[in-house]
């Protein structure tokens, strides 16, 4: 397993005073199959009243609200995590198999339905119809779709804002990771694919040093079920495959996950409202290093 130390940072800087402020944030890793975490802390300036939860998809989530007048709100994240790489789902099911499964949990059915951000386009439908015909398995065409839209697709910041659609990014045909992955649910999801987005941290960097850091930043990718593995009662159950498409490869232990949804909207890492005047500006930093 690869050992990754995460520090991420981020916050809203106010043209000024504001009298409070309510925020949540998505920004501590899972505990799950493949990925251990040894330690994950939020630190909150100024002072906050806080509490945490896990939401509906399973993500920690910290709800907090800072009561005195304030110019800025900053949130560090510092988390150590264990990451292996993921286990392969154990047997793919066809299309038929694929449509009970999906209709067996509430969650299947919720990540078939396209949502504002990720709705599909008709020539997108057409590319991803055109593909599942050549291949035999749902499993096959979801990654070749995936893999296809990431050839497609070029990564580029300012083409798209965080509110911008799939049919916008695939319009433009570029984007950045949040747009590339939606653009990949839409097309799975509308061959009846279920499909979700994943957030959190990519290691940018395979070569980087045991104790070098790396400047890094929230990552995107997707997560479709098209396979079943038997249960401990020898009842077979849905599995999640994961695959990067911005980078065009399978999730691995440079992927940390931090939260999972129906599109960006479900995960995004800080939100919140404030009492003031003006448009808050939003501030990141992520840094990433290998530990082991």
């Known amino acids: 397993m690869t050992r ?20 949540e944030a998505r920004m501590l890793p899972v505990h799950e199959d493949a990925q251990v975490v040894l330690s994950a802390r939020l630190r909150v300036e100024p002072v906050a009243v806080s509490h945490e939860y896990t939401d509906y998809w399973g993500t920690r989530v ?19 995590v264990e990451v292996g790489e993921r286990p392969q789902p154990s047997r793919p099911i066809d299309a038929a198999g694929l449509a009970r ?39 096959e065409a979801a990654l070749a779709i995936a ?12 083409v798209t804002s965080v509110r911008s659609t799939a049919v916008h990014a695939w319009e433009a045909g570029a984007g950045v990771c949040q747009d590339i992955a939606h653009v990949t649910i839409a097309a799975l999801r509308s061959i009846d694919v279920p499909a979700r987005y ?24 997707v997560e479709w079920l098209t396979d079943a593995a038997a249960d401990d009662d020898d009842r077979f159950v849905g599995c999640w495959t ?19 949804g129906r599109d960006y909207t479900d995960v995004p890492p800080l939100r919140g409202v404030y009492a003031g ?13 290998r530990e082991s």
């Open 147 to 158: 893999t296809e839209i990431g050839e497609r697709m070029e990564y580029r910041q300012g």
């Open 62 to 80: 910290a709800s907090f609200e800072v009561l005195g007048p304030h110019r800025q709100l900053s949130l560090t994240a510092t988390s150590v």
């Open 198 to 221: 994943v957030s959190g941290y990519l290691h940018p960097r395979p070569s980087a040093a045991v104790g070098e850091t790396v400047l890094g930043e929230s990552h995107a990718w």
């Open 101 to 139: 499964l999906a209709a067996t949990a509430t969650a299947f059915v919720e990540q078939l339905r396209p949502t504002p951000s990720t709705t599909a386009s008709a020539d997108l439908v057409a590319l991803a119809e055109r593909i599942r015909d050549r291949h035999r398995s749902p499993a």
């Open 277 to 289: 005047a003006g448009s808050a500006e939003l501030f990141v930093s992520v840094e990433l290093t």
């Open 4 to 23: 990754l130390r995460v520090r991420h940072v981020t916050g809203f800087s106010y043209p000024g005073e504001v009298s409070a402020s309510y925020n």
């Open 242 to 260: 994961g695959f990067d498409p911005t980078n065009g490869i399978p999730i691995g232990d440079r992927h940390v996950v931090v939260g999972r």
